[in-house]
């Protein structure tokens, strides 16, 4: 009788330690197990150095140093030369700020501790000005929409929080490649390619332009080749090739792409081929 009881005991016991273990995998965000506070990745992308963290509470004070806050953020560097650092948020914020280089680099309020990808980057062409009247960098998480959103991105082909994958061509004449997004008859924005093949807040339409480096400035006079206008197939990879249409500019397909969470584990099917928009489409002065 003491034996059975013994067992029925233990086998209580792990059944509790199923549940333990099942309830602490469910949070959202991700935390820090020394301090249980919520935490999230920063990819310095821009190079600012210098990381530093403030943060408030709900009523507006200060619960880090003050500006430009805490030092001592811990980073490390990741395959492609940027550092990604971890930003442990402190108990109590009800925002945050990551900045660099002194205080004179700085993101928008972020508010959303749980970003959809598990981290945030700054993009040089997704800047906004804050209370102060200042333009501060907006903190756009890995996986698309902005810091002061709690949701994930929509699907929608209008939205500008579409995400996909690219391959580039590899004969391009310069170093350096950057997203052009628009939506038909609206505005369009530069957006850069991040962890390299990554490009996020993409409108309905994208093409991809080529410039000599980085430091060249982002403007049409500049472009030594572009590929051919595509429509923007969310969670998708645009693979293109070094083949040209008319136009002399570069031509691609899309294929699903298992990185988004898709079932396709070597995406070789090509689902769709844009071809090259009419010329008054592609001239730069229409953008």
């Known amino acids: 009788?003491?034996?059975?009881?013994?067992?029925?005991?233990?086998?209580?016991?792990?059944?509790?330690?199923?549940?333990?273990?099942?309830?602490?995998?469910?949070?959202?965000?991700?935390?820090?197990?020394?301090?249980?506070?919520?935490?999230?990745?920063?990819?310095?992308?821009?190079?600012?150095?210098?990381?530093?963290?403030?943060?408030?509470?709900?009523?507006?004070?200060?619960?880090?140093?003050?500006?430009?806050?805490?030092?001592?953020?811990?980073?490390?560097?990741?395959?492609?030369?940027?550092?990604?650092?971890?930003?442990?948020?402190?108990?109590?914020?009800?925002?945050v700020i990551v900045n660099g280089a002194g205080g004179s680099k700085q993101t928008a309020n972020i508010t959303n501790f749980a970003p959809a990808g598990g981290g945030y980057y700054v993009d040089s062409s997704r800047t906004e000005v804050n209370d102060m009247g200042a333009t501060v960098y907006t903190a756009i998480p890995w996986g698309g929409t902005t810091g002061s959103e709690s949701t994930d991105p929509s699907n929608s082909t209008n939205s500008g929080s579409n995400e996909i994958r690219v391959s580039l061509p590899g004969d391009a004449p310069g170093s350096a490649w950057y997203a052009w997004t628009w939506d038909e008859g609206g505005q369009g924005d530069w957006r850069n390619i991040t962890r390299p093949s990554y490009v996020g807040g993409l409108k309905s339409k994208v093409l991809f332009a080529n410039f000599a480096s980085d430091n060249t400035a982002k403007n049409w006079d500049n472009v030594l080749a572009q590929t051919a206008d595509f429509t923007v197939q969310n969670h998708k990879m645009l693979v293109i090739s070094n083949n040209k249409d008319g136009q002399n500019h570069y031509t691609g397909s899309w294929v699903d792409d298992s990185y988004f969470g898709g079932d396709v584990t070597d995406p070789v099917t090509t689902t769709s081929m844009e071809t090259a928009l009419p010329t008054s489409m592609l001239q730069p002065s229409s953008r």
Do not use: H
Not at 24 to 42: C, D, I, L, R
Not at 86 to 94: H, L, R, S, W, Y
């Open 1 to 95: 009788m003491t034996r059975k009881l013994i067992s029925i005991v233990l086998a209580v016991c792990m059944i509790m330690s199923c549940f333990a273990v099942t309830g602490m995998s469910v949070s959202a965000a991700t935390v820090s197990e020394a301090t249980g506070a919520a935490q999230f990745k920063f990819t310095d992308a821009m190079n600012w150095g210098d990381i530093r963290l403030y943060a408030w509470d709900a009523n507006q004070n200060a619960v880090t140093a003050q500006w430009p806050g805490n030092s001592g953020v811990q980073g490390q560097q990741n395959e492609y030369g940027q550092m990604v650092y971890t930003i442990n948020v402190p108990n109590g914020a009800a925002g």
